[in-house]
Nanobody, 124 residues
Framework: QVQLVESGGGLVQVGGSLRLSCAAS????????MTWFRQAPGKEREFVAA????????YYADSVKGRFTVSRDGAKNTVYLQMNSLKPEDTAAYYC?????????????????WGQGTQVTVSS
């Protein structure tokens, strides 16, 4: 099992930036994917971005492509989500997840370990 702790959320104005961190501890497998999901009130949890722990391959939702960047630091066992040009529709609780989803990186049910979430609020 992997323990995940997110940080870096907060209140930011439209067009601003935030960097989320997800610190992982426990047994990490080389074929893990580390993924960010978000959930706004009254909406389903949705895929945001993912990175493969081994090769660093990245995946993005169309809604964040070009604005968000996911990266990892193997030495620190930490995954980051750099969010630029934030919009009000980016307001949500952001969750870090770890698992072996295979090709189904966008499916939340494919992940076994989750963090507690960090709130991001974008004000207009």
């Amino acid at each position: 099992q992997v323990q995940l702790v997110e940080s870096g959320g907060g209140l930011v104005q439209v067009g601003g930036s935030l960097r989320l961190s997800c610190a992982a501890s426990g047994r990490m497998f080389i074929n893990y994917a580390m993924t960010w999901f978000r959930q706004a009130p009254g909406k389903e949890r949705e895929f945001v971005a993912a990175i493969s722990w081994r090769g660093g391959t990245t995946y993005y939702a169309d809604s964040v492509k070009g604005r968000f960047t996911v990266s990892r630091d193997g030495a620190k066992n930490t995954v980051y989500l750099q969010m630029n040009s934030l919009k009000p529709e980016d307001t949500a609780a952001y969750y870090c997840a770890a698992g072996t989803p295979g090709a189904r990186v966008v499916e939340a049910q494919r992940y076994t370990d989750w963090g507690q979430g960090t709130q991001v609020t974008v004000s207009s």
